[in-house]
């Protein structure tokens, strides 16, 4: 039998291996739970939407929006495609809405609140004035960079 004065140093090695044994499980179910743009794209390829109806439906679109926002911008440039074929032709226009709602990144959505309050005619010209300076541009990259003035 060993000596009653090593009896705290036993416990606190046994402590500490528990904790480190504690981490390594909590750490490894961290990385098993973290969505990946592969998981995202293969639940879009075998759930079909079309097939499902009411309360099933509702509760696949969530679990989409939910992997979907857990996804890096890089990851949701990469999954996009995938949900536009083959889930959003699918949706219903409530469904669309809904679904872009939940999904559009934080900073995006302030940016469209001004341009939604004018009104009809200058929202139309706001439009048409991107578009024509869109054109410019491409019309300018098109013919190459202009000479330098002397």
């Given at each position: 039998?060993?000596?009653?004065?090593?009896?705290?140093?036993?416990?606190?090695?046994?402590?500490?291996?528990?904790?480190?044994?504690?981490?390594?499980?909590?750490?490894?179910?961290?990385?098993?739970?973290?969505?990946?743009?592969?998981?995202?794209?293969?639940?879009?390829?075998?759930?079909?939407?079309?097939?499902?109806?009411?309360?099933?439906?509702?509760?696949?679109?969530?679990?989409?929006?939910?992997?979907?926002?857990?996804?890096?911008?890089?990851?949701?440039?990469?999954?996009?495609?995938?949900?536009?074929?083959?889930?959003?032709?699918?949706?219903?226009?409530?469904?669309?809405?809904?679904?872009?709602?939940?999904?559009?990144?934080p900073g995006f959505k302030p940016a469209l609140n001004p341009f939604d309050l004018l009104p009809a005619d200058r929202r139309q010209q706001a439009v048409d004035e991107a578009l024509k300076k869109?054109?410019?541009?491409?019309?300018?990259?098109?013919?190459?960079?202009?000479?330098?003035?002397?």
């Amino acid at each position: 039998m060993f000596n009653q004065r090593y009896l705290p140093v036993v416990q606190a090695v046994a402590a500490i291996a528990g904790i480190w044994l504690l981490a390594g499980v909590g750490y490894r179910l961290a990385q098993r739970a973290e969505i990946t743009a592969d998981q995202v794209q293969s639940y879009v390829q075998t759930v079909d939407l079309s097939g499902l109806t009411g309360a099933d439906r509702a509760a696949a679109l969530q679990k989409l929006e939910t992997q979907f926002n857990a996804l890096s911008l890089a990851d949701h440039q990469q999954v996009w495609p995938e949900i536009q074929s083959r889930w959003v032709a699918g949706m219903t226009d409530a469904e669309q809405t809904q679904f872009l709602a939940a999904t559009t990144l934080p900073g995006f959505k302030p940016a469209l609140n001004p341009f939604d309050l004018l009104p009809a005619d200058r929202r139309q010209q706001a439009v048409d004035e991107a578009l024509k300076k869109l054109r410019d541009a491409r019309a300018q990259s098109l013919s190459g960079p202009e000479p330098a003035a002397p």
